[in-house]
């Protein structure tokens, strides 16, 4: 500690910005995995859908009773007979299944194009959509855009960091950008944006919309691959 701010010795740089890339990772892979989001979607609309019978929103007024909000909601929406809640209810009887929302596709956001992101929305997927065949509704479609970052959003965390040389030196500095590995990365903020068809039916036709939002919007297909034909197929 070094007036009165923890520092690191000069050394470890790297080790330190691997606390900060492992956790992106594991942001990446387990956190903000796609059927995790894909949980995290049909939880928030079986909640949306339930609040104008159970008025859970109003519960953040009253510390006494927002603190019962756990996991026994679901059970409580489960068990209700009110034909209100019978949405939320068979939302969370395919949960239950694991009749999810289906995932379709993902790409990154280009990196020069971060900075004036706006998030997408299922409009934007539904505008999308070509003339004929299937005619998508904004309630047949979900979209979440993911943000990855090292904590600094699209800065360094290193930057804000202070390094010392080693243990008998009173000297905090930082480490500037020339002066670390060329082998880290330039850009430390992803911008993910995933999208889902919530009927299985609609996989392909939310999928080739999608293709074509990427195409509009970049004047190019951004996803690294297509959408499965099996998984189109399955689906049918």
Known sequence: VIDDEICYRAKEYLTIHKLFSSRADLHRTV????????????????????????????????P???WKLDDSILKTIETASQQELKESRDLILRIRRRDLYQFCNEFAVPKDKLEHYKNVTP???????????????????AVS???????????????SINFFKDYDSNEKFPIQDHCISHLL???????????????????EAVSEAFENFQLRTY?????VHATP????????
């Open 31 to 62: 956190y903000m995995h796609a059927k995790v989001k894909a949980l995290e979607l049909m939880l928030v609309d079986a909640l949306i859908k339930a609040n104008g019978c159970l008025e859970i929103a109003s519960y953040i007024n009253d």
């Open 64 to 66: 006494a009773e927002y």
């Open 123 to 141: 409009q934007d997927i539904v505008c999308s959509q070509r003339t004929g065949g299937v005619t998508l509704k904004e309630e047949d479609v």
């Open 145 to 159: 855009n993911v943000k990855i970052d090292l904590t600094r959003g699209r800065n360094n965390p290193l930057e």
């Open 185 to 203: 990365p330039s850009c430390c903020q992803d911008m993910i944006v995933r999208v889902y068809s919530k009927k299985p039916e609609l996989v």
């Open 219 to 223: 004047g190019m297909k951004t996803q």
């Open 229 to 236: 034909e099996k998984k189109k197929l399955r689906q049918r």
